[in-house]
């Protein structure tokens, strides 16, 4: 008789392979069809709200494995939240304006002087959408659960109105103002930018140190004694209208070959070694203390212009000479400073970075060739000390790679001094899983000056500002609300299709346009600001939404640019943080720790991962890094990934197919379950607390452990290998049997559950072959419950399997030796001194079977080997092997079956 037919071996459809580049599109579309989002939401109507706020991608190109990170993980977090009782809306945005879709469409051969701006802003919007379209259709890919039907995107009319709307009450407040100030200015964008917009790279720059001869000394200094100055920006010295000195510092004149020079005398030492002069030859001829040279006046080398001695307390014995060269056109302390003196702001640069007619001779001249003719004007005045170059870390324009300049221009400014404390508060009350990211925010928003808003473009949301015939600013309640609704109508091109009479209220009047003539501001906002609104323009102007937001996630460059713009414009506006907690990621890096670059070939795109792969590939390794730091990411490491998941998925496959002739109906009470069951069910318990805790805690990486940690040694290398001789062999209907089942369906289901945040696709497979399961979706049920850990059990048995770890070390010694081949061949005895021990083993019931041996005994004296914790004896087993089970037995009958399978065989 073929007795394999008796045996109760694994039943089910569930295939071995995922086969997920083909199978996930399949699930999305029977998520699409049964709307499970909306399901999903309803499920927890009724039930708190928890809102993650989504920042926006910006719009242009494809999505890369730094969007997967983020977005994936936002997932794992609703999904979670979704099924512990929470309703979860989540809207995922765009970010549409700006400078990158402007240069798309040059590159794509637009010629901007062809046609109007509204033209060309009707280009712009055009192309957003279709980018919008394209990352959308990647996001859903991987499997995100979202809004994907209604978006917000920053372009759309009713976000504009709105962002134009907070613009009006933070200038009814008097936190909007128009400056001159030096700001960061980008001469190949031809724009003002703001801080988030500025990366620094390394560059090569001139370091100079110039005299100016003192022209009117007071009485202090005689005329004709030169102030050393030192800079590395020679191009700023058209500019020069100042000399800040320090006034707690001590001043030196110092004889050099017969001229005398002024700097400060703890650095004169340095200065010698600088410049080339000989110490031993440099001889101090007088001292004085920084208050004394106040308001002295010094000849500029090259422009018939007076400089003025100054006190600043900027000024330091870090590097240089104690003497700066002061230009409050082109430096923020510069200008502070000079507002003190009512300092001139000279700024001869135009848009472009060329010099106008305004430098003099230099007029015409891009501002960095103009460093050495500047330097070769000195050196034949005689003033260049010292000519050098260095190396330094510079601000570089983040879109184009080009060096900035600081630049007084005309600008809009948005006051952080008037609200930097209320800031500073809200910051104190948000919710931050560690500790640094909140000393970022706080210390940045602490140091950042006015912010600058204008930007001059034309792809963006303009400044709803007007000017009357004499100049007047127009910036009222009245004026800013007509814009808005003109927006919320017809969007923000009605602003560049209409002239300014047609954009201010009917029979508007204004003091300053006795002729009723009016023009418009030609800037647009800076695109922090419109993705910095998105809380008054998403979550106070969706209905499904709330303010404040639960949870801001995003990149950890957002710390100075979303989450700080966010925060600004909500506590200006609002009074208080529009996020109740900060969450934040690091970036991808490739397998070396590079950051991926197309000249490096470096690159990983989720879509060619998902096409190979599947996403719940992307989705595992989401949950194997520590996303908190920098991650990697390559082609081996995924492959590592895909290994976990193939565990994950043939223990699923194990479960199911031992569950098949299971209904839960007939589950074995708790009580009666069998203690190694009681035991591997109090471990998922302990595993189910784990999760959730690590799920709450945003803790991915430590629950990606736990998981491996509970399959490999808990699952696959104890409890389902044991489990085979019970399940396989003993009658269908078995008590001993039924109790494991009991287990088993318990942890297939839990185990779904939980994963389904993580690798939802597959998830969703496994609940549609899981038995008598009343949900038609994974997605659609509640995490496992918390149960309390029985910890005298699970000690008892974490005891056990330690003194089992020296049994199998016997058994592959034994099987090395040629004693044994497969361990049902074995006959184990067992000696161990501690008497707890032995009370442990003698209250096991089929010791044989947890050993996965034929036969097993506990003995009273030494025997065998002694190991870490017992001593063993390996010994061939005694009888013959059973024909069913394998196991050896003395009492084989003629159909060469033990006892128990000749039984079952009997049934």
């Known amino acids: 008789m073929d007795y394999k037919e008796t045996l109760l071996m694994p039943k089910t459809d569930f295939p071995m392979r995922g086969g997920l580049p083909n199978k996930e599109p399949q699930i999305q579309a029977q998520w699409e069809k049964q709307d499970l989002y909306h399901r999903i939401l309803d499920k927890n109507a009724g039930k708190p709200d928890y809102i993650l706020h989504d920042g926006p991608p910006y719009a242009n190109g494809q999505i890369h494995m730094g969007h997967a990170l983020n977005k994936i993980i936002k997932d794992f977090i609703t999904r979670y939240k979704a099924m512990t009782g929470y309703r979860t809306p989540y809207v995922p945005g765009w970010d549409t304006h700006g400078l990158p879709i402007e240069q798309a469409l040059t590159k794509k051969g637009v010629n901007r002087k062809e046609m109007s701006v509204a033209e060309f802003r009707e280009l712009c919007k055009q192309f957003a959408l279709e980018q919008v379209e394209l990352q959308k259709t990647d996001f859903k890919r991987l499997g995100l659960n979202a809004d994907w039907n209604k978006p917000y995107v920053t372009l759309q009319e009713v976000f504009e109105a709105e962002q134009i709307r907070l613009f009006g009450d933070m200038a009814k407040k008097g936190y909007i103002y128009k400056g001159k100030k030096p700001v960061y200015w980008s001469p190949s964008s031809e724009s003002s930018l703001a801080e988030a917009e500025i990366e620094y790279q390394d560059k090569v720059s001139p370091s100079i140190y110039v005299a100016f001869d003192t022209k009117d000394g007071k009485g202090i200094v005689e005329p004709g004694v030169k102030f050393v100055i030192w800079t590395t920006t020679p191009w700023t010295l058209p500019a020069n209208v100042a000399i800040a000195v320090n006034s707690e510092l001590t001043y030196v004149q110092v004889n050099v070959e017969g001229k005398s020079y002024i700097v400060a005398q703890a650095l004169l030492d340095s200065v010698c070694e600088a410049v080339g002069w000989d110490k031993e030859a440099v001889t101090i001829e007088k001292e004085f203390k920084g208050t004394e040279l106040e308001r002295l006046t010094v000849q500029h080398p090259f422009i018939d212009r007076e400089s003025l001695l100054i006190l600043g307390d900027h000024v330091t014995t870090d590097a240089g000479t104690g003497c700066v060269h002061t230009a409050p056109g082109h430096g923020e302390d510069d200008f502070i400073v000079g507002q003190k003196y009512d300092l001139p702001v000279i700024s001869p640069v135009d848009d472009k970075g060329v010099f106008t007619e305004e430098a003099g001779e230099f007029a015409g001249v891009y501002y960095d060739k103009a460093n050495k003719l500047i330097t070769d004007k000195l050196t034949e005045i005689g003033a260049l000390l010292k000519l050098e170059f260095f190396t330094h870390s510079y601000p570089h324009d983040w879109r184009t790679k080009k060096p900035v300049i600081f630049r007084a221009t005309p600008q809009w400014f948005a006051s952080i001094n008037k609200v930097r404390q209320d800031i500073l508060n809200a910051i104190e009350e948000t919710e931050f899983k560690v500790d640094w990211g909140k000393t970022r925010i706080y210390n940045m928003i602490r140091d950042r000056g006015d912010w600058v808003i204008s930007r001059q473009r034309a792809w963006g949301v303009p400044l709803p500002v007007f000017y009357a ?96 713009s966010s925060i600004t414009t909500a506590v200006a506006t609002r009074g208080q943080s529009p996020y109740k907690k900060l969450l934040s990621h690091g970036f991808v890096m ?105 799920y709450e805690n945003n803790d991915y990486l430590f629950m990606y452990q ?116 497969k361990s049902l061949e074995a006959k184990v005895t067992l000696y161990v001194e501690n008497a707890d021990d032995k009370a442990i083993l003698d209250s096991m019931d089929h010791l044989h079977q947890l050993f996965i041996t034929s036969q097993a005994e506990v003995v009273d004296e030494k025997v065998g080997n002694d190991y870490a914790e017992a001593s063993v004896l390996v010994e061939k087993a005694d009888g013959e092997k059973c024909e069913r089970c394998w196991n050896y037995s003395t009492e084989l009958n003629d159909d060469h079956l033990c006892p128990r399978c000749a039984a079952v065989v009997a049934e």
């Open 590 to 694: 490739d397998g070396q720790g590079r950051k991926m670059s197309k000249s490096l070939g470096n690159t990983i795109l989720p879509e060619k991962v998902v096409k190979q792969m599947g996403a719940d590939i992307i989705r595992l390794w989401v949950m194997s890094v520590d996303y908190l730091a920098d991650v990697r990411i390559s082609d081996d490491i995924l492959k590592q990934v895909s290994e976990v998941y193939r565990k994950i998925r043939n223990t699923f496959r194990f479960l199911l197919g031992n569950v098949n002739d299971f209904n839960p109906a007939d589950a074995v009470a708790y009580e009666d379950l069998a203690e190694v069951d009681r035991y591997m069910l109090n471990r998922l318990y302990d595993f189910v607390a784990k999760a959730r805790d690590h």
């Open 706 to 821: 736990e998981l491996q940690n509970f399959i490999n040694v808990e699952l696959s290398n104890f409890y389902l290998d044991y489990g085979k001789d019970i399940l396989y062999i003993e009658a269908k209907d078995a008590d001993i049997r039924r109790s494991m089942q009991t287990v088993l369906y318990e942890i297939l289901v839990s185990l779904t559950k939980l994963l389904a945040p993580v690798i939802p696709h597959t998830a969703e497979e496994i609940w549609s072959h899981t038995p008598h399961v009343t949900e038609d979706s994974v997605h659609l049920t509640d995490m496992p419950e918390v149960h309390e850990v029985d910890s005298n059990l699970v000690a008892k048995w974490d005891r056990f399997l330690t003194l089992r770890d020296d049994v199998l070390k016997a058994l592959e010694e034994a099987r090395k030796e040629k004693i044994i081949g």
């Open 469 to 564: 015939e004499n100049g007047d600013i127009i910036m009222e309640e009245e004026t800013i609300e007509h814009v808005a609704a003109l927006v919320e109508r017809f969007g923000s091109n009605v602003w560049y299709e209409r002239e300014a009479k047609d954009l201010l209220p009917e029979g508007y009047t204004h003091p300053g346009s006795p002729n009723g003539e009016f023009t418009k501001e030609n800037d647009i906002m800076d695109v922090w600001f419109d993705s910095g609104s998105s809380h008054r323009g998403v979550l106070e102007a969706r209905p499904e939404l709330s303010f404040p937001a639960d949870l801001y996630f995003e990149g950890s460059d957002q710390y100075r640019g979303w989450f700080n």
